[in-house]
C-alpha cells in the first residue's frame, strides 16, 4: 500500500489529489475521497476566514498512523490525505482523503474512517473571524468523538 | 529536562507557548497537577477533570503515560481538523 500525507500553507487543489491514487494502478477496482470545505457560516454566524494552527512534526505522524492504521483494517492500494494550515477563505478545500483498492467496499469504508480518525486525532486547530470581526477557537464536536468511537478496535466495519 | 509545549486556545490562556522544566514528575498525571499548581488559568486549564490533550514526543498520550528526561511533552485542547 502506498501512502502520501501532505501538510501544507499553499492552497489545495483537491481534485487533482485523487487521481493519483489510480492512475497507473490496474488492480484498482475502486477510489473513494473526502473532501472538506471551509464554509461561511458556523453556529449561525458568517465567517470570514479562518486559520488552521497545527503540531509541525506530530501532524505529519498522526495522518501517517492514521493511514496506516487503515491499510491494516483494509486492502488498500493507496491512501492520500492532504491539509491545509495557514488562512483559509470560504470555499477554500481544507482537507483531502483520496483511497483505493480493487473493490469498492474496502475504500468507502476506508474513506470515511479515516475522516473520522482525523477529525479527532490529528493535531490541528481551527480559529474563526467573523463578519462582525469577532476571533474564536472553534470547539471540538461530541459527534466527531462518537463517530470515531464507532469504529470498533479491530473492525473492517 | 523536559521541553514543555502549549498550542491553540491554551497557548493564548496561559500566554507562553514553550518553556523548559528541570523539575519533572513521572506521568502526565502528575504533571497537570504540578501544572495546575500554578494557580489562575493554570488550575483553571490543568486541575482534576480538563478537557486538555497531550502528546509525549508527538504521540497521543494519556494521563499514565511516563514521561522521561528529554521527552517533548505537548498540550492542546481537543483537535479540530479536517
Not at chain 1, 501517517?64 to 487503515?70: K, T
Not at chain 1, 476506508?110 to 473520522?116: E, G, M, T, W
Amino acid at each position: 500500500m502506498d501512502i502520501e500525507i501532505r501538510v501544507q500553507e499553499t492552497p489545495l487543489d483537491a481534485i487533482a489529489e485523487i487521481a493519483p491514487v489510480y492512475q497507473g494502478r490496474p488492480s484498482v477496482g475502486g477510489v473513494a475521497s473526502f473532501i472538506g470545505l471551509m464554509r461561511d457560516i458556523n453556529q449561525g454566524d458568517q465567517v470570514d476566514a479562518m486559520t488552521l494552527e497545527h503540531y509541525p512534526g506530530m501532524t505529519e505522524k498522526a495522518l501517517q498512523a492514521i493511514a496506516e492504521e487503515a491499510g491494516r483494517r483494509w486492502p488498500l492500494s493507496a491512501v492520500r490525505i492532504a491539509h491545509r494550515v495557514g488562512e483559509l477563505r470560504p470555499q477554500d478545500p481544507i482537507v483531502l482523503v483520496a483511497v483505493s483498492s480493487a473493490h469498492r467496499d474496502a475504500s468507502l469504508r476506508a474513506c470515511a474512517f479515516i475522516i473520522d480518525y482525523l477529525k479527532t486525532r490529528a493535531p490541528f486547530w481551527k480559529r474563526e473571524l467573523t463578519a462582525d470581526g469577532e476571533t474564536r477557537w472553534v470547539e471540538a464536536r461530541d459527534s466527531d468523538t462518537e463517530a470515531a468511537a464507532a469504529w470498533s478496535d479491530d473492525e473492517a466495519g | 529536562m523536559i521541553r514543555v509545549l502549549f498550542f491553540a486556545s491554551l497557548r493564548e490562556r496561559l500566554g507562553i507557548e514553550a518553556e523548559e522544566l528541570d523539575d519533572f514528575p513521572s506521568t502526565v498525571g502528575a504533571l497537570c497537577e504540578q501544572l495546575a499548581g500554578r494557580g489562575g488559568p493554570w488550575h483553571e486549564i490543568f486541575a482534576a477533570d480538563r478537557a486538555v490533550l497531550c502528546a509525549i514526543n508527538q504521540e497521543m498520550a494519556a494521563e499514565e503515560s511516563e514521561i522521561t528526561d528529554g521527552d517533548e511533552v505537548g498540550f492542546f485542547p481537543p483537535v479540530t481538523g479536517g
